[in-house]
T-cell receptor, first 118, second 112 residues
């Protein structure tokens, strides 16, 4: 059971380049999300999805796109990278049954992807 | 507007001393609160959640709706408790899980 798998672990981009951070989970979780972690800022939610075909914006969505074509995958796209997007990115998932499952909200995190934009 | 406030970026205590990591939240609905922890070179993981009222690794946290707080406490800190601790608030949209907001984190260091 791999849990939440993120690739790549490290990436260096030049300003203006595009790339996709991959996230896959094998736990049949409905809810998936992307966070960025910056010193002094904690974790900030970028985008999230409550199921295949359904996505919504978080706190800091600008400059990022997501899609959810399958339950397992939730890629994060940077269309035109900027130095302000230098960060560590975490993907996380949870069961998120909508009817009060007490375990529904517990997030399982990936190992993180460290992105540097020059 | 920040929904979760952790006022201390850094907190240091000696081994055996009590420790309290503060968390205050802002939410008009019924809150669901969590503490997550990130040990050095490990993934972020759930420490505890208010709904289960459990004690994990000697840590407890009580939801105080009047003070809108969810402080994390441990009576006797251990060196292995050194980590980054995040308080998190779950905000629902309608009947489904919506967003999980995190505070800025508190780096706890326990000295021998």
């Amino acid at each position: 059971n791999a849990g939440v798998t993120q690739t790549p672990k490290f990436q260096v981009l030049k300003t203006g380049q595009s790339m996709t951070l991959q996230c896959a989970q094998d736990m049949n979780h409905e809810y998936m999300s992307w966070y960025r972690q910056d010193p002094g800022m904690g974790l900030r939610l970028i985008h999230y999805s409550v199921g295949a075909g359904i996505t919504d914006q978080g706190e800091v969505p600008n400059g990022y796109n997501v899609s959810r074509s399958t339950t397992e995958d939730f890629p994060l796209r940077l269309l035109s990278a900027a130095p302000s997007q230098t960060s560590v990115y975490f993907c996380a998932s949870s069961p998120a049954a909508p009817t009060g499952n007490t375990g529904a909200n517990v997030l399982t995190f990936g190992a993180g992807s460290r992105l540097t934009v020059l | 507007a920040q929904r979760v406030t952790q006022p201390e970026k850094l907190l240091s205590v000696f081994k055996g001393a009590p420790v309290e990591l503060k968390c205050n939240y802002s939410y008009s609905g019924s809150p669901e609160l969590f503490w997550y922890v990130q040990y050095s070179r490990q993934r972020l993981q759930l420490l505890l959640r208010h709904i289960s009222r459990e004690s994990i690794k000697g840590f407890t946290a009580d939801l105080n709706k009047g003070e809108t707080s969810f402080h994390l406490k441990k009576p006797f800190a251990q060196e292995e408790d050194s980590a980054m601790y995040y308080c998190a608030l779950s905000v629902r949209r309608g009947s489904t899980l919506g967003r999980l907001y995190f505070g800025r984190g508190t780096q706890l260091t326990v000295w021998p």
